[in-house]
């Protein structure tokens, strides 16, 4: 009896070494689903760009209100303006080029942002596209996959992957539009010095490429003017942001200089009335230019939203 009773109160001890395990398995789990969702860039309901450092190198754009896909193809040998001062580097280079510093995904996004004038949010390591051998939409999915299992790089949490892999899943083939670079009007192909041949960009056609496939339709529709002005000496700072603005379907209605020596020149600024400050047009551009809100007048500008940007954004495109 003596017997039963110590097996009765070990089966008893198991068991709550076995709930407590468990118990501490969930909080775990938990623990990590939040901290992946709290790293999110996806907000699970707006258009989402990426780049995908696959060979070749892709720019996708998920437009989750239209429920499909836009895919740029850039092919290997594509010279592209490096930024933080590199210049120009072959597309298929990029991203070791970054390595060097472990800014890999970083360089490689923030160059194609500013070259192609395009807003970019996240990039992952890829495969070898073979359209031969895959369709497109297999393939996107796999590199998803992969990525959630954590093969390559990715600066996407588990939970962003997780719901574009999902909505990926649901699209249809022929809501995938794929445009190869290398068959428009905007790439010619070159013969360098050494002889060997190279992929050279007609900046012009391809904005007209960029503005017809990747154009942000909640910042379209939202339709709000923006303003950007350059509070620096550096020259071409709000050209280079209105680019990006106006490829996304921004309303840019005027670009110049700030010559207010009262204002800081170095971190990008947003102002805006107040009613403004949650809007979709002030949120993107807090997200691509990363700057910070205030309210202000913008009476004295013909536009809604004054963007100004600093010293910040022209140390990330010229300084190592």
Not at 160 to 174: N, V
């Amino acid at each position: 009896m003596v017997r039963g009773l110590k097996k009765k109160k070990k089966r008893k001890w198991l068991a709550l070494i076995f709930l407590l395990v468990l118990l501490g398995f969930l909080i775990f789990g938990f623990f990590k689903i939040f901290r992946s969702v709290g790293k999110s860039l996806w907000d699970g309901k707006s258009q989402f760009n990426l780049v995908i450092n696959s060979q070749p190198v892709m720019v996708v754009s998920f437009d989750y209100p239209e429920k499909n896909v836009n895919l740029l193809l850039i092919p290997d040998g594509t010279f592209v303006e490096a930024i933080h001062g590199y210049g120009p580097y072959r597309i298929e280079s990029l991203y070791k080029l970054g390595e060097i510093k472990d800014q890999g995904g970083d360089l490689l996004t923030g160059s194609l942002q500013e070259y192609f004038g395009l807003n970019l949010e996240g990039y992952l390591t890829g495969d070898k596209y073979q359209p031969d051998k895959m369709k497109i939409k297999n393939f996107l999915l796999n590199q998803f996959f992969n990525a959630l299992r954590g093969r390559g790089k990715t600066n996407l949490s588990r939970w962003d992957l997780l719901r574009i892999w999902w909505q990926a899943k649901k699209i249809r083939e022929d809501k995938i539009i794929v445009v190869d670079l290398a068959q428009t009007s905007a790439s010619q192909e070159v013969e360098l010095p050494d002889g060997s041949m190279a992929m050279k960009i007609e900046p012009e056609r391809l904005t007209r490429i960029i503005s017809q496939f990747f154009i942000d339709e909640e910042l379209k529709k939202e339709d709000l003017t923006v303003a950007v002005l350059n509070k620096t000496e550096h020259l071409g700072l709000a050209n280079n942001a209105s680019k990006i603005i106006d490829n996304i379907g921004g309303r840019v209605v005027q670009v110049g200089s700030l010559h207010d020596q009262t204002e800081t020149n170095e971190s990008c600024e947003i102002k805006s009335e107040k009613k403004y400050k949650n809007s979709y047009t002030v949120e993107k551009l807090k997200q691509i230019f990363d700057c910070h809100w205030s309210e202000g007048e913008e009476n004295k500008q013909r536009a809604r939203i004054l963007l100004l940007v600093g010293e910040a954004y022209w140390a990330k495109l010229n300084l190592p």
